[in-house]
């Protein structure tokens, strides 16, 4: 069984700083694709950003590209959000998501919330304005 525990959420002002990060407990970190999705009340879940299991690929939505990036740190189980030039529209519950390798395929990265094997419970992030 595959857990994962969220951690770092909190309340900052607009154009604050906060990193996220997400432990992966029960397999081999390094066989997951990893991912961070967001989501207000009433709203779907929202892709975030993505990494390779390798690491050596990322991808963001357009929303936060250029302010968020996403990293892994496999010897600590350990994959991580840093959002920086927080906006109050950032505010949102934030969710990492974990899928399992799949071998012969060209596809690294995930951005549907459907293609994932295992999620956390989610940590809250607030920007005030």
């Known amino acids: 069984q595959v857990q994962l525990v969220e951690s770092g959420g909190g309340l900052v002002q607009a154009g604050g700083s906060l990193r996220l990060s997400c432990v992966v407990s029960?397999?081999?970190?390094?066989?997951?694709?990893m991912g961070w999705f967001r989501q207000t009340l009433g709203k779907e879940r929202e892709f975030v950003a993505a990494?390779?299991?390798?690491?050596?690929?990322?991808y963001y939505s357009e929303s936060v590209k250029g302010r968020f990036t996403i990293s892994r740190d496999d010897a600590k189980n350990t994959v991580y959000l840093q959002m920086n030039s927080l906006k109050p529209e950032d505010t949102a519950v934030y969710y990492c998501?974990?899928?399992?390798?799949?071998?012969?395929?060209?596809?690294?990265?995930?951005?549907?919330?459907?293609?994932?094997?295992?999620w956390g419970q989610g940590t809250q992030v607030t920007v005030s304005s």
């Open positions: 029960g397999r081999t970190f390094s066989n997951y694709a």
């Open positions: 998501a974990a899928k399992e390798r799949v071998v012969h395929t060209i596809k690294v990265v995930y951005i549907h919330d459907n293609e994932y094997d295992y």
């Open positions: 990494i390779s299991w390798s690491g050596s690929t990322t």
